[in-house]
């Protein structure tokens, strides 16, 4: 089953730097490595596997693509190739799609090649940018928000929480707008059709009055954008009454979304702010005020951390900080959340839903489609590893939809949202589930011990062999080490049993 049941992972090439022009790739004239150890990277190891040629190519090899690693012999690029071919390649049951057409989908009626654009930020800042994304393959981009303002950045802007790798999980940003007049953004936009008149442009707007967030649609239309998304949700402005502040007001939202939508004849998406208790207030101003959709999320206020000998809040700006829009992969709970609050609100029925929030791989674009994203818009995860990204998330996705037999990704939209409740009340509860333990994986480290001791119920030992023992009169089903434990050596069970039943159980 493609991605679901991984047998190699990031943990297994954590050294790898994910080059640009990798040093392994000039020196191996068999496969090119690099672009092998990304689809790991991104959960996409069936496609990669599928791939190798007939023959193993690391068979007879010296492994130099090890040495000219940036990290000499520190990434095992010869095992994981190996491991590609002898254990997931034999297990691949679908081959790879011989075309793209299981993406094609549409964003209010316009079509898309596939359902991956560019959300408005820096990724999408220039006309040079766009060119090279529609090169690369992305479906189109929502250009960095056009507006009348004087723009000055702040130096430095950008902040993040990272992981044991030093990849980035959550990012702070306290960028703004664009910096470009609204002319030379018009400009932009004509030449980006001009030149690629498949690709879709989604012009990001912010006005300052109802005439202001008019005349900006009237001109992206006039200049070439197929639609509007317009900005109720930056976290970032250094004026009030903007950004954010208009998307917390639902008769904001809707006052301003009607001004652009009498304006212009394409469609008009609003984004909205996560920084609320629930979106659909907004959702619903939105269309009553005429729009085809909504986008969300736009990034959350945050505070990254703070320097505990200065004492100021990242990214420090001559001895100041602010709250700053929070994104990446750590954000995506949340963005799931709000996305299945659309979905499942029927009186959004029928509008579109371009989701974005922590989408980095194609098993996070698929969950977004799941609940109810019918595009998808990324950021931080391009500014982390490139356009490139876009290779994996295609073929992973498609590769997915080809598995499961859906002939269009379209069809799978929304279908996480029937299983999917706001209260726990509706929760089964008579019923444990006790984990399983994979015994050859597991190395004996007792993190599940420790943790099912001080944060679970008392229900796991280690054996004399340094092995875990379930006691199931304890156990009460949490998965708490399923989750803890380092090795992936401990899965839930197929035992369902009453808690009656469990009195007296152990494994």
Known sequence: MIGLNARISRDDMIRCTL???????????????????????FGNEQAAAQRLPEENPCATCRALCEQACVRPGEVPVRDLINRLYYQVKPECETPIPADEDRLKCDLCGIPL??????????????????ARAFEAGWAGACFKTVCSLDIHEASPRFSAVTGSDGSIIGFKNIEQLSDHSVAENMEIFRRLKAKYPTKFILASIMGQNEAEWGELARQCEENGA??????????????????????????LVERFTRAAKQACHIPVLAKLTPNVAAMSPAAEAAKRGGADGISAINTIKSITGVNLHTFVAAPAVHGKSALGGYSGN??????????????????????????????ETWRDAMEFILMGGGSLQVTTAVMQYGYRIIDDLKAGLNLYLAEKGFRSVTE??????????????????????????????????????????????QAIRLDENRRPALNGKNCVGCHLCVLVCPQRAIVPGKKRITRQ???GETQ
């Open 19 to 41: 080059c640009g022009n990798a040093p392994c790739d000039a020196v191996c004239d068999r496969v090119k490595p690099a672009a092998l150890l990304r689809s790991v990277w």
């Open 113 to 130: 090649e596939n359902p991956f654009l560019l959300s408005s930020s820096v990724v999408a800042s220039t006309y040079d940018m766009c």
């Open 226 to 251: 197929d639609a509007v998304e317009l900005n109720f949700s930056c976290p970032n402005m250094a004026e009030g009454g903007l950004g954010s502040d208009i998307g917390q007001v639902p008769e």
């Open 330 to 359: 750590a954000v995506k709970p949340i963005a799931l959340r709000f996305i299945a609050e659309l979905g499942q609100n029927p009186n959004l029925k029928g509008m579109h839903l371009s989701a974005m929030g922590g989408i």
């Open 412 to 457: 799978a939209v929304g279908l996480g949202l029937d299983t999917l409740s706001d209260t726990t009340d509706v929760l089964e509860r008579d019923t444990v589930i006790f984990p399983q333990f994979i015994r050859e994986h597991c190395v004996g480290c007792g993190r599940c011990e420790i943790s099912c001791a001080d944060g679970g119920h």
């Open 501 to 503: 039943e469990r009195v």
